[in-house]
């Protein structure tokens, strides 16, 4: 993809894209100025998520408290942690990759995390025939994360031994088309094998913030709190990444053990979302798009962006889909693939025309 050159440069040096203009002052107030906004834009989704209940917006908040705080603030709260993590592990993965159009939705780790899910779960209800019912949620709440985080890691692990490496973009995007393809199929015995794995499985494909209470906050909450100051830790390596090998090499890199670290951290952060909300594609795609959009910067304040704008993403997808139709309820990830779906062919178009 020839067009990922521009991108590179663009992403890596900033500096030297505005030099005339007093770069470093003038990107860091537009990098504020955009985290301002998304912090508003949070704020009021968060409002609206409140007031987002089966019979579209309602405000008579004092009336209906037991209900927001059971069931619409950890929704919401959920959906915004969700897509903060969605968000990160696109901004990562792209760095990783030095890929504009690197998603971990595409790159087999969505697959594979919603394999190892459905694998816990196919478990959990053979596990149920046997043991106490609060016994077999208790083991299924504390497995799907780290079932999650495991078939992500699987996943991209996976997709980078076919694509001999991350250094051919194209093939490595189209092994992770493979992979996500066979690691679903893999999914689809494992529910023919135990149905009562089915309907968690619709679920998950089809994404759902639904089912989010306190304890998915808290699960959401301490990932992303492990995995955004990791992230930024690292993000002049994903500079060093984005100039190429030869160069990262140069500067001293060990490239082998940062590209393991990345690998997992994006596995962490997209097994942790996909365990909670299921598999709700393209937010990890268009939110760095659109911060880079807006501002241009390097690695360090674009993770911590492209986290805002995830999470603000996904929040008001889950907006949309409790109020458009209601009392009926969207499927949230049905949302997300049509407004990143037709995201994404505007990008391809555009880059077919520059090419």
Not at 42 to 62: K, Q, T, Y
Not at 190 to 206: I, T
Not at 263 to 268: C, D, E, N, Q
């Amino acid at each position: 993809m020839n067009g990922g050159r521009s991108w590179t440069s663009a992403s890596a040096t900033p500096a030297a894209a505005g030099q005339s203009a007093a770069p470093g002052s003038r990107q860091g107030l537009d990098a504020l100025r955009l985290a301002l906004l998304l912090l508003a834009a949070a704020l009021a989704l968060l409002m609206l998520g409140l007031a987002a209940g089966s019979e579209g917006l309602s405000w008579r908040w004092a009336d209906e408290a037991a209900l927001i705080l059971d069931i619409r603030a950890p929704r919401s709260l959920g959906a915004l942690a969700a897509g903060a993590l969605r968000g990160l592990a696109g901004a990562v993965a792209q760095g990783l990759f030095r890929n504009p159009l690197a998603d971990p939705y595409l790159l087999g780790s969505a697959a594979g995390a919603g394999l190892g899910v459905v694998l816990v779960l196919a478990a959990g209800g053979v596990l149920g025939l046997s043991v106490a019912g609060a016994l077999t949620e208790a083991l299924l709440r504390v497995g799907l994360v780290g079932a999650a985080f495991a078939g992500a890691l699987a996943g991209v692990s996976l997709t980078l031994a076919m694509a001999r490496g991350a250094g051919r973009p194209t093939v490595l995007l189209l092994s992770g088309v493979v992979v996500g393809v066979l690691l679903t199929a893999i999914a689809d015995g494992v529910v023919m094998l135990s149905p009562e794995a089915l309907r968690g499985k619709q679920v998950f494909l089809l994404g759902s913030t639904s089912f989010l209470g306190w304890s998915s906050v808290a699960v959401l909450a301490a990932v992303l709190a492990l995995a955004l100051p990791l992230a930024t830790s690292m993000a002049r390596a994903l500079d060093a990444l984005v100039l190429g090998d030869a160069t990262a090499a140069s500067l001293g890199l060990p490239l082998p053990r940062v590209r393991v670290l990345l690998v997992a951290l994006m596995a962490l952060a997209t097994g942790a979302a996909v365990a909670q909300v299921g598999l709700v594609a393209f937010v990890g795609l268009v939110a760095p798009h659109l911060v880079r959009r807006s501002v241009t910067v390097t690695h360090g304040p674009l993770l911590a962006l492209a986290a805002l704008a995830g999470g603000v993403l996904l929040l008001a997808a889950d907006v949309a889909a409790r109020s458009l139709l209601a009392p009926l309820e969207l499927p949230v990830g049905m949302l997300t693939a049509v407004f990143g779906g037709g995201y994404l062919l505007l990008l391809l178009r555009r880059r077919a025309k520059a090419a």
